[in-house]
């Protein structure tokens, strides 16, 4: 959830370190720190509570701090509370070592409670710190710091990515990853580390994606990667294709809505490869037709946003496949002991490919011997490489912590699944098969006909936007896009919000609506919009207030009972969801907007989640 970056070369290394920290801020912004090498000024370390430009104005834009080695950290708290002394760098007692650390280290009490018997004392009550002091512990044990590393990564339990310098190493930087998102940038000033691409894009295409359990040493010049057991390795290197502007708000207020508005591109750039002569082509899927005919079950899983595209996708797969489909959130699924085995497929969908719970997952299904299908959107993330398939999403880079465009993209590559597998199978009509597929190839330009006049949500926004609590109900498909539209507005705009599927009101929910209440009604699937209107009726009755989307279809009978009706165009009713998202998105962005909030960096939240 943290972010980490560190830099060797040749040019001063604080500026660098604050650039590419800036760039990641969106994966923890509740404190952030630097820590700078030079021969003459020794270890610097600066380090505040509060965003980065706290810390920049702190360091007179890293002006302050001299060297060309330097680590650096935005943080998301785990333990202890943001402030000063718990964020990072951490350096040991003795000041030799400073390092930066994303994950958590489950058995650092442990280890504490150990150091601390031995006389070292401890500043801060993070887990990150025990690192350093181990560490420190080690070096002044064997005096040779990879040997020292390797000794503290055996000890410690838990995930990290870690950035280590030492004041008796001037010109290295030392890395180390388990379970914790970490590349390797070759630049032509010097080499980097960071948790993100896009912290480092700007210096360099050529990346290297360490894996679990590797350490790095950096230099100005070379970079060594060696396994656990010290043994060099060669590393596959990869190039990052997409463009530094690709990661900066490019004249938009917020990334959040300059990523609502790339959902056509996105969406396109998901398809369009993918479908060839009229086909559904997975070229990167090496399942056989005779393997997914003996899938007995089918599980989604996934957590927040992505779980959500598991809600739409169990509806739309099963009615495709006429197989069982059961959608799971990541973290109980892990636990649940799950009826898994070499008969079930599991589909797990991550727009990081870093979240620990569907990682976690999607471990547990392979262990119990079943085929693991990731969806993903960073290349070369943890779960892309460990799925026995994987398929990209191609949205770009994803920097606002609400999900958007990945959502979409997401969407529309399960349903490009769902047909292939139909096909497979031979549960789809030929007819059916090419209506769907024509109306995914229309949905960009569908999705731009609305992205060109919204102007209604935005007004229905700066009417709805001091509302306590917003309900959205709707049913089937519009009950899973309302769980996505229900998240997207409590995420940024801190409104209480609910999602109900339709039916399901008259059983206990209902007793909430009181004259004056919001509630959202969707009514975008069309072989229930007249039991969806019913429901409508019903909360109108007690005296709350309708927002409704719904379809150019329906709209005229839409408009006779709501207060508010936002139109979408028609598409296939499988795919409506990809187009009634976006009002949901963009209300959400300017309901928050108008309450003031901090739309791209919501209070509490981080873009991808490494812990538990
Ligand atoms: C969505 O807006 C959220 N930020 C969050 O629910 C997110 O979808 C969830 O944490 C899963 O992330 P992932 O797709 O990277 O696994």
Not at 138 to 165: D, F, K, P
Not at 359 to 381: D, F, P, Q, W, Y
Not at 431 to 447: C, G, H
Request: glycine share 8%; net charge negative.
């Amino acid at each position: 959830m943290c972010g980490i970056i560190g830099f060797v070369g040749r040019e001063e290394a604080a500026p660098i370190l604050l650039d590419g920290l800036e760039r990641m801020e969106y994966r923890g912004y509740d404190s952030a720190g630097i820590a700078v090498r030079s021969e003459t000024k020794g270890l610097q370390v600066k380090k505040c509570k509060g965003r980065l430009r706290v810390l920049s104005d702190l360091t007179h834009g890293g002006a302050d701090l001299e060297g060309t080695l330097g680590i650096g950290h935005t943080r998301w708290a785990t333990h202890g509370e943001p402030n000063d002394i718990n964020a990072h760098p951490h350096v040991s007692e003795n000041g030799q070592i400073a390092l930066v650390h994303n994950g958590i280290i489950e058995n650092y009490l442990e280890i504490k409670e150990h150091l601390m018997k031995l006389g070292v004392t401890f500043t801060s009550d993070t887990d990150s710190e025990v690192v350093a002091q181990l560490l420190a512990f080690h070096y002044n044990e064997c005096h040779n710091m990879l040997e020292a590393v390797g000794r503290v990564l055996r000890r410690i339990e838990g995930s990290y990515a870690l950035g280590i310098v030492c004041s008796d190493y001037p010109n290295a930087l030392i890395a180390a990853r388990k379970d914790s998102p970490l590349i390797i940038g070759y630049g032509e000033n010097g080499n980097f580390i960071a948790s993100d691409v896009t912290a480092i894009i700007k210096h360099t295409r050529d990346v290297v994606y360490m894996g679990d359990g590797e350490i790095a040493v950096l230099t100005a010049d070379s970079v060594d990667v060696f396994d656990d057991e010290m043994l060099p390795l060669e590393k596959q290197h990869s190039t990052v294709d997409w463009d530094v502007s690709a990661a900066e708000k490019g004249g938009y207020a917020h990334f959040m809505f300059k990523e609502i508005m790339e959902q056509p591109e996105a969406i396109r750039k998901t398809v369009s490869p993918r479908i060839r002569e009229g086909r559904v082509v997975l070229d990167d899927v090496s399942m056989t037709a005779e393997y997914v005919r003996d899938i007995s079950r089918i599980f989604i899983v996934a957590c927040g946003s992505s779980y959500h595209v598991g809600m739409v996708s169990k509806y739309n797969w099963e009615r495709l496949l006429r197989r069982p489909v059961q959608v799971d959130l990541a973290s109980e699924f892990r636990y649940s002991d799950p009826l898994v085995d070499e008969h079930s497929l599991v589909v797990v969908i991550s727009q990081s490919g870093e979240t620990l719970d569907t990682m976690a997952a999607m471990r547990e299904a392979k262990r119990r011997g079943a085929r693991t299908l990731a969806i993903v959107n960073v290349v070369g993330s943890s779960i892309a490489r460990e799925a026995d398939d994987v398929l990209y999403t191609w949205a770009g880079p994803e920097i606002a912590v609400a999900t958007t465009k990945a959502y979409s993209t997401q969407l529309v590559l399960m349903d490009l699944i769902g047909l292939y597998l139909a096909d497979l199978l031979g549960t789809v009509e030929k007819s059916e098969y090419d209506a769907i597929l024509a109306e995914i190839q229309a949905l960009p330009e569908k999705l731009q006909r609305f992205l060109d006049h919204f102007e209604d949500v935005q007004y229905f926004a700066s009417r709805y936007f001091n509302h306590n609590s917003i309900f959205f109900i709707g049913r089937n498909l519009d009950y899973a896009m309302g769980l996505e539209g229900s998240l997207k507005l409590k995420e940024i705009s801190y409104i209480h919000s609910e999602a109900y599927a339709s039916g399901e009101l008259k059983h206990g929910t209902i007793s909430l609506i009181e004259p004056g209440t919001l509630v959202v009604a969707l009514g975008t699937y069309a072989a229930l919009f007249d039991k969806a209107m019913s429901n409508v009726v019903e909360v109108k009755a007690r005296g709350a207030e309708v927002l409704a989307v719904t379809t150019e279809s329906f709209r005229e009978k839409m408009e006779k009972t709501a207060d508010a009706t936002i139109v979408v165009p028609d598409t296939h009713p499988m795919l409506q969801p990809s187009l009634g998202v976006v009002p949901l998105q963009l209300f959400a962005y300017y309901v928050a907007l108008q309450r003031g909030c901090d739309i791209d960096k919501p209070r509490n939240l981080a873009k991808s989640v490494t812990v538990e």
